[in-house]
């Protein structure tokens, strides 16, 4: 009776093994793409014209992990997510998210205490000269609206923005950017390319002329050519640095850039 008990046990504990395989592989990210899992952290990868997060009912980026999440591990309970950053809807590229509240703390205070190091990539109307450089404005959030202007100094309202970036190459009458932030102000690359004359591609909101991405019926689930292209932080785990780096998508590799 022992040794049938035990057969019985082991055989229990196989085919859990294999139902738990069998989620792993049906459970496939759908709409977004999973680069990086290491315990409490997740780097995913956001599809422009997307909101990272949103009010109930109305699709996300955050909406979309949760199902994935969901659909792997059954769990009895909800699934807790942290997000300690967010990048603007009509952007594409690579966020960090967080399995518990420690963890979100904890990267948080490293975007609080600048030492995330984020790049992104933008492809702006333009040559911009000289190839590398740095801009100091103040940005200030207009009120009741979802935009940002530069404003003097004295402003009130009006916050430090600095960025600094490099050309990487110049086509035809466009350059494309990689862009280190020192701060994160509301739309900061967005805002600060375009007051020098240098709009987004796609960024309609803010004067670009060029288009970019699918042209759907509802502009605000458009793309334009920002792209978050690598984050490194500290993780709150193990402490070890990690860096991830998010290739562009098929709007950018249709122009030739990869």
Not at 10 to 25: D, G, I, Q
Not at 58 to 70: A, K, P, T, Y
Not at 192 to 198: D, E, F, K, L, M
Not at 209 to 226: M, N, V, Y
């Amino acid at each position: 009776m022992q040794a049938d008990g035990e057969g019985y046990s082991k055989s229990r504990r196989t085919h859990r093994v294999f139902s738990l395989s069998l989620k792993l592989f049906n459970a496939m990210p759908d709409g977004f793409e999973l680069l990086y899992e290491d315990g409490p952290c997740l780097a995913v990868v956001k599809p422009g014209g997307l909101l990272t997060q949103a009010p109930p009912g109305i699709d996300s980026l955050e909406v979309r992990v949760r199902q994935f999440l969901h659909q792997r591990e059954e769990p009895e309970g909800k699934i807790y997510l942290g997000l300690p950053h967010r990048l603007d809807r009509p952007a594409s590229g690579v966020l960090i998210m967080a399995r518990n509240v420690r963890a979100t703390r904890k990267i948080c205070d490293q975007f609080l205490d600048r030492t995330v190091d984020k790049r992104y990539w933008a492809l702006v109307e333009g040559h911009v000269e000289p190839a590398h450089g740095t801009w100091r404005d103040t940005i200030r959030k207009i009120p009741d609206v979802a935009g940002a202007e530069i404003v003097a100094p004295d402003s009130p309202g009006g916050k430090s923005a600095v960025l600094h970036y490099r050309v990487l190459f110049n086509h035809e009458n466009s350059s494309l950017l990689e862009i280190r932030l020192e701060t994160g102000r509301t739309h900061q690359i967005r805002v600060q390319t375009a007051s020098r004359g240098h709009a987004i591609w796609g960024d309609e909101q803010y004067g670009s002329e060029r288009l970019f991405g699918p042209q759907t019926a509802e502009p605000r689930d458009r793309w334009i050519a920002l792209h978050a292209r690598s984050i490194a932080w500290q993780h709150p785990k193990s402490r070890s640095r990690v860096s991830v780096e998010a290739r562009p998508g098929v709007h950018w590799q249709k122009l030739g850039i990869t």
